[in-house]
């Protein structure tokens, strides 16, 4: 059974750092498009950015320069790492992996207030 389990989220302050780790199973983690989402209260699901099959990766605007994503297909994971945060950058956090197939991850939560 396909799975993917985010991790990481927390309390950050203004101008902080926070990683979050995202591993998959039950299913060739190498071959999918992986991807981060955000969803903020009140407001629709977006796209913070993903990474492709072959390592190229694309970012949303808004997180441009101060977001990484990253992969390690040893692992089944996928990372993003934030920087810089800002308090527009709270939300719950997704990752989504597609193929033929789209799996989502249950969410962690990432809260940036001083």
Do not use: H
């Not at 956090?93 to 939560?109: M, R, S």
Request: charged share 15%; glycine share 10%; proline share 4%.
């Amino acid at each position: 059974q396909a799975q993917l389990v985010e991790s990481g989220g927390g309390l950050v302050q203004p101008g902080g750092s926070l990683k979050l780790s995202c591993t998959a199973s039950g299913f060739p983690f190498r071959d999918y498009l992986m991807s981060w989402y955000r969803q903020a209260p009140g407001k629709e699901r977006e796209l913070v950015g993903y990474i492709t099959q072959t390592v190229s990766t694309s970012y949303a605007g808004s997180v441009k320069g101060r977001f990484t994503i990253s992969r390690d297909n040893a692992k089944n994971t996928v990372y993003l790492q934030m920087n810089s945060l800002k308090p527009e950058d709270t939300a719950v956090y997704y990752c989504n992996a597609l193929l033929i197939q789209e799996y989502w991850g249950q969410g962690t939560q990432v809260t940036v207030s001083s």
